[in-house]
């Protein structure tokens, strides 16, 4: 469970410094090269804490959901499940993103749909350890609903608004994926 949840910690550090790494690269009427320099140590270091942050929260979680020499976690939702609706989500989020409102298809996307499995994952297996539950866990899961539809929401708007209101409104999503991960740390008991 500590191994999940210090996966969770390192994934808010990585959408800090991914915040910090936009606001400094992709300020508008600034021409700049976005991965050299100072800027390429940000988005390196964002990269290593987000790929920590992942590979800890999913290897806590498959550490407590399949424990060795003994019988599997019973999960409320089976992993299998979750994964095949965050694929569906995504081929949906494109369909409507990219085929009906035009939107030009970024990594970005990505990034929101991977967000909400790993976090509907993380709090299926706390659900299933007995370590969140009841309120806590209802407010987890509606923090990531809410979070991920504002974030694709402010996605498909990026392109549709002027240049600065753009660069702050694409913050937004580091922000709350950000919040919303620390809050499900701080509801997991330990």
Not at 107 to 129: G, H, K, N, R, S
């Amino acid at each position: 469970m500590l191994e999940m949840i210090a996966g969770q910690w390192l994934f808010v550090a990585c959408c800090v410094v991914y915040v910090v790494w936009w606001n400094v690269s992709f300020r508008p009427q600034t021409e700049v090269n976005r991965v050299g320099g100072f800027r390429g140590i940000l988005l390196g270091i964002t990269a290593f804490l987000g790929i920590g942050g992942v590979g800890m929260s999913m290897h806590g979680a498959i550490q407590l959901a399949l424990p060795v020499g003994a019988a599997p976690l019973t999960l409320p939702v089976p992993a299998a499940g979750i994964v095949v609706a965050g694929v569906v989500a995504f081929g949906l989020s494109l369909l409507v993103t990219w085929g009906f409102l035009k939107r030009q298809p970024t990594t970005e996307l990505t990034l929101i749909v991977a967000w909400c499995v790993l976090e509907a994952i993380v709090i299926d297996v706390a659900c299933a350890c007995g370590t969140l539950g009841g309120t806590p866990a209802t407010v987890a899961v509606c923090t990531i609903a809410a979070s991920t539809v504002s974030s694709l929401v402010l996605y498909v708007l990026y392109y549709r608004l002027p240049e600065w209101p753009a660069f702050y409104t694409a913050s937004i999503p580091l922000v709350t994926s950000g919040l919303v991960t620390a809050l499900i740390a701080c509801l997991i008991r330990v």
